[in-house]
C-alpha cells in the first residue's frame, strides 16, 4: 500500500450498476470521538451512464 494523500472509493452506480471509481482527498484527520458528523461530501458521476452522486467520506 502506497500513502500518497488519497483514498480510492468503489462504488456502484445504483443506476446502472457500473463500478465507480473516486479519488478523495484525505482529510487533516479523522475523529472518531467527535460526534459532529462532520461528513464531507464529493459529487462524481457515473462515467456509464451520466448519473450523478454524492460521496459522504470522514
Ligand atoms: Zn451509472
Do not use: F, W
Not at 494523500?5 to 482529510?27: K, L
Not at 460526534?35 to 470522514?58: A, F, I, P, V, W
Amino acid at each position: 500500500m502506497s500513502s500518497t494523500g488519497h483514498t480510492d472509493m468503489h462504488v456502484g452506480c445504483p443506476e446502472c450498476g457500473a463500478t465507480i471509481d473516486a479519488s478523495v482527498p484525505m482529510g487533516p484527520g479523522i475523529h472518531t470521538e467527535n460526534d459532529s458528523n462532520r461528513l464531507r461530501g464529493k459529487q462524481t458521476r457515473c462515467r456509464n451512464c451520466g448519473h450523478e452522486l454524492e460521496l459522504y467520506y470522514y
